[in-house]
């Protein structure tokens, strides 16, 4: 098997494994953190961590365009915050059944996991004032990761255990 091309993107990493088939499959979309944007706030794919992935699959020999699947490790942002994209881009987009929800509607689905938490902080005690403080983003998330929805007829349910042919055999 050849060895997997790490994508690190800032204290993240994506990695991509040639298709037997041709083609890369992606082990995780990579945050969206926008470069520049412009008036109608549509983001400059080639800037960000978008056009990083694309410079690293370029040093290791692939296109963005190779991308035939990506295979989403879980729901988190930082993990599938690029899923849209590349789903917009042809690429099948693979999870596991109980992310593809999350994964489906983005940034809102987590607001409200996080307010149900708040609410549920307060509910025990735990003083508004100091409940808030657990809504903002902390340690190393940057303000400028975005997570849009992916489309949900693009997540495709994988299995644990699924196999992927892969090239050099596995």
């Keep these: 098997m050849t060895d997997p091309l790490p994508l ?60 035939r699947a990506v295979l989403l490790t879980h ?8 899923a849209w994209r590349w789903a917009a881009e042809g690429a099948r987009i693979l999870a596991g059944a109980d992310d593809i929800d999350p994964i489906a509607a983005g940034q809102p689905w987590n607001d409200a996991r996080v307010e149900a938490r708040l609410h549920t902080l307060i509910e025990h005690g735990c003083p508004p004032e100091l409940a808030a403080r657990f809504s903002q983003p902390t340690r190393r998330r940057p303000p400028a990761y975005r997570w849009r929805a992916c489309p949900r007829e693009a997540i495709e349910a994988v299995a644990d255990g699924a196999e992927f042919a892969l090239e050099g055999g596995a």
């Design 75 to 82: 729901w988190h942002l930082d993990h599938c915050g690029l």
């Design 8 to 67: 690190p993107l800032g204290d993240n990493a994506a990695y991509a494994l040639p298709l037997a088939g041709g083609g890369v499959l992606l082990v995780d979309a990579g945050p969206e953190i926008p470069g520049t944007e412009n008036s109608e706030g549509d983001t400059n794919l080639e800037g960000g961590t978008r056009g990083e992935i694309g410079a690293l699959l370029a040093a290791g020999g692939f296109a963005p365009g190779d991308v």
